[in-house]
């Protein structure tokens, strides 16, 4: 659960990120996907999109971008929203706050997006401080774990069904590691989430 739905404590260390958005009035959650753009993923998952005439957002890493613009173009040509997911997938713990920066201003010249989300919700607190002067910070209620060679299909189907609430920010991958658990959850995800009443929306908050 620490990981699927991230502790209070854990989201109080980033206060200004938006980690949920309660409607209170209407069932809404907002279907993410990270890691991409990649010719073996992304237009499958459009597909998927608009066969349930579902909006999502795309936090894209710009090194992938850089490789496949047509992408870029092709997920905003059908209606959704894009955001920064650094130039090169970086951990912010793991680099100088300088670095850091200047890779996610090397994808934001490729994205142009006010919406950030870091790699594995991790970065350092002087790195958020800089980053919310100019972008929205996006983190997540639910990680499916798509990515896990340690989880079947149908424990990532049920991580859905357990922690998805009004307003969740769900985290898929349109990623080669999470392509087996994503193409098989999916669907069957969406169908599930509108068999509960709830709508689909994109970021940011329409």
Do not use: C
Request: aromatic share 10%; proline share 6%.
């Amino acid at each position: 659960m620490l990981i699927e739905r991230p502790p209070l404590l854990y989201r109080l260390l980033f206060p200004e990120a938006i980690w949920r958005i309660n409607k209170r009035k209407r069932r809404v959650v907002y279907l993410t996907f990270d890691d991409g753009p990649i010719p073996e993923q992304t237009p499958w998952v459009l597909d998927i999109l608009d066969r349930y005439g579902v909006k999502a957002t795309f936090f894209m890493v710009g090194d992938n971008v850089r490789r496949n613009p047509d992408l870029l173009a092709e997920v905003r040509r059908r209606g959704h929203s894009v955001g920064n997911h650094t130039m090169h997938h970086l951990q912010g713990m793991k680099v100088t706050a300088r670095r850091y920066l200047r890779d996610v201003s090397e994808a934001d010249a490729l994205i142009d997006s006010p919406l950030f989300r870091p790699p594995h919700g991790i970065m350092r607190w002087k790195q958020s401080r800089a980053l919310r002067e100019k972008y929205i910070i996006i983190m997540y209620d639910l990680v499916t774990r798509d990515y896990s060679a340690k989880l079947k299909p149908e424990q990532v189907l049920a991580n859905v069904k357990r922690f998805a609430r009004n307003g969740s920010i769900i985290v898929f991958h349109d990623s080669l590691k999470a392509a087996a658990n994503m193409r098989a959850v999916l669907p069957r995800a969406i169908e599930w989430l509108l068999s509960q009443g709830y709508e689909f929306e994109r970021l940011p908050m329409e």
